[in-house]
């Protein structure tokens, strides 16, 4: 069974950092890409970055230059650094894993979940 652990939201001054952290557990699980994912009250989930196991990140227009996404493919853990927060980066943060397999539509595992306030 696969599991997704984050940690490291909270609360945070606009204009401050934070660094989340999730780890991917599971029997012979390797993900292809993992992610990070955050959901406004009422919107849908929105991509806020992703990497691929060979290192290739890709970022939302809304934090590009503020964040990076470092990865650590041997412990299965991926990181989310943001800086120069602002209140519109409060949100639901998820961690993300997708699996890719031929034939088939990726397959995503998701995390429960931390909550990141900026507050102004």
């Known amino acids: 069974q696969v599991k997704l652990v984050e940690s490291g939201g909270g609360l945070v001054q606009a204009g401050g950092s934070l660094r989340l952290s999730c780890t991917a557990s599971?029997?012979?699980?390797?993900?292809?890409?993992m992610g990070w994912y955050r959901q406004f009250p009422g919107k849908q989930r929105e991509s806020v970055a992703s990497i691929t196991g060979g290192g290739a990140s890709n970022y939302a227009d809304s934090v590009k230059g503020r964040a990076t996404i470092p990865r650590d493919n041997g412990k299965n853990t991926v990181f989310l650094q943001m800086n120069s927060l602002k209140p519109e980066d409060t949100a639901v943060y998820y961690c993300?894993?997708?699996?890719?397999?031929?034939?088939?539509?990726?397959?995503?595992?998701w995390g429960q979940g931390t909550q990141v306030t900026v507050s102004s």
């Open positions: 599971g029997s012979n699980f390797s993900p292809d890409t």
């Open positions: 993300n894993a997708r699996r890719y397999a031929s034939g088939w539509p990726p397959y995503d595992y």
